[in-house]
Nanobody
C-alpha cells in the first residue's frame, strides 16, 4: 500500500525552527510532485509549498515565503520542509501529499493531491 508519513513536528517558541519530513513507502517518490499543507482549527486546509518531481521547481505561499524551504532527496524517498522564524500563526497540523500533475503543484490546491499523510502537529507559542 502506498503511504506518506509526516514527522518532525513539535512545540517551539516564536523565532524557532523545525524541519518536517515526508517519507514515502510503497511507491517511487520521484514520480510525483509533493506539496506541504497545513490546517489550523476552524480554518481550511492551506497549500503552503510544493516541489516538482525532479526538484527543479518550487513555490511557496506568501505567508511562508522567505522563512520556509522545501527540498527533496529522491534517493531517500523523502521530502523536507525547513521552517525558520516560526510565528504563532504557523501553528497548525501539517500534511504532505502527492500529485501526478504539475498544475496541481503550481496551484497548491488540496483537491489536486492524493496519498495524504496523517499529519504532524506544529505549535508555536511563548
Amino acid at each position: 500500500q502506498s503511504q506518506l508519513v509526516e514527522s518532525g513536528g513539535g512545540s517551539v517558541q516564536p523565532g524557532g525552527s523545525l524541519r518536517l519530513s515526508c517519507a514515502a513507502s510503497g511507491f517511487t517518490l520521484d514520480d510525483y510532485h509533493i506539496g506541504w499543507f497545513r490546517q489550523a482549527p476552524g480554518k481550511e486546509r492551506e497549500g503552503i509549498s510544493c516541489i516538482s518531481s525532479s526538484g527543479d521547481r518550487r513555490n511557496y505561499a506568501d505567508s511562508v515565503k522567505g522563512r520556509f524551504t522545501i527540498s527533496r532527496d529522491n534517493a531517500k524517498n523523502t521530502v523536507y520542509l525547513q521552517m525558520n522564524s516560526l510565528k504563532p500563526e504557523d501553528t497548525a497540523s501539517y500534511y504532505c501529499a502527492a500529485s501526478r500533475y504539475y498544475s496541481g503543484c503550481l496551484m497548491r490546491s488540496p483537491d489536486s493531491f492524493r496519498s495524504w499523510g496523517q499529519g504532524t502537529q506544529v505549535t508555536v507559542s511563548s
